[in-house]
């Protein structure tokens, strides 16, 4: 959940075709995936069986802001071998948008899981609680969660920092623009509690689900699977705490690949995470993939 534009593999002393082959690399790879991903957003545009139901428009939403972080996340790789540093102000705005989308993805499927777990153990009050309305506005509310982790940080940066600091140019990453030790403490905290209560959540739908009526075998099993795979991509969004340990540990070891390592880390950490949404969640599922196949190849 910790974003951090991979602009510190920049180096000066690699060279120009090793920075136009990473390029290259990360450009082909957001674009094969967003268009998977724009694809399910079509198909799910085009048929009612998709935006009238809960489940449905939540994992769009997951689908939408897996799209918005990895664009903007090669936007800053490509900024940071091309220019290098970029005026605090536009690092601002784009840092501001990826932190927002890369906050949401761990609320959004605790919220999957609570709907499945509703679907499995409360099914009589099922259409009364998730309905279209109530979803959009759980989806308002993790995008105000979001912000309101985020606006602190916002308003401290205001508040301390010279208008000169808006004007100067810097690395495009998180902690050199919210450079604040309050800053820098408050974003592990507030990172730390956010996982532990979508781990708990994820845990006892687990469990309730695990421990309900055997009359509903096969929606059961399909239930237990799919908390599963929210908790594998929980696992996927908490990279960003382990990575940088990885990378010192690698540099330390390898301090002549320097800039190999850290491309390794961004495309693992950054882009190989956003490939699984699309995969465990939209082709496996039966409507989307029978919809899917007359998109997905124009």
């Not at 679907?119 to 979001?146: D, E, F, K, Q």
């Not at 592990?188 to 687990?206: E, F, G, K, N, R």
């Not at 029978?290 to 998109?295: A, T």
Request: hydrophobic share 50%.
């Amino acid at each position: 959940m910790n974003f951090s534009s991979v602009n510190s593999t920049a180096s000066g002393t690699q060279s120009f075709a090793a920075a136009v082959y990473k390029n290259v690399i990360v450009t082909a790879l957001c674009i094969s995936i967003n268009y998977i991903n724009g694809t399910l957003i079509h198909t799910f545009r085009k048929h009612q069986i998709f935006y009238s139901n809960p489940r449905y428009i939540l994992f769009i939403h997951l689908v939408m802001n897996d799209m918005m972080q990895l664009t903007l996340s090669t936007l800053l790789h490509i900024i940071s071998y091309a220019l290098y540093k970029i005026s605090v102000s536009s690092c601002l705005l784009f840092l501001l948008l990826a932190i927002l989308a890369t906050l949401n993805t761990p609320l959004n499927l605790a919220g999957m899981a609570v709907e499945c777990y509703i679907a499995i153990c409360l099914p009589l009050h099922h259409c009364r609680i998730c309905t279209v309305r109530n979803t959009l506005a759980l989806v308002a509310l993790i995008w105000a969660v979001s912000a309101l982790s985020i606006m602190p940080d916002l308003f401290l940066l205001l508040a301390t920092e010279p208008l000169s600091f808006f004007q100067s140019k810097v690395l495009c990453a998180r902690d050199f623009v919210f450079r604040s030790s309050y800053s820098l403490k408050k974003r592990d905290a507030s990172h730390i509690v956010c996982l532990v209560l979508v781990w708990l959540t994820l845990l006892y739908t687990y469990f309730r689900i695990l421990f309900a009526a055997k009359g509903v075998k096969g929606d059961l099993k399909k239930a237990q699977n799919t908390i599963l795979l929210h908790g594998f991509q929980l696992l996927l969004c908490m990279l960003t705490y382990v990575g940088p340990m990885f990378e010192q540990a690698l540099i330390y070891v390898l301090p002549l690949r320097h800039g190999d390592i850290r491309f390794a880390s961004y495309v693992f950490i950054q882009i190989i995470p956003r490939f699984v949404s699309p995969i465990v969640y939209g082709l496996r599922d039966q409507n989307f993939r029978r919809y899917m196949r007359r998109y997905l190849l124009c």
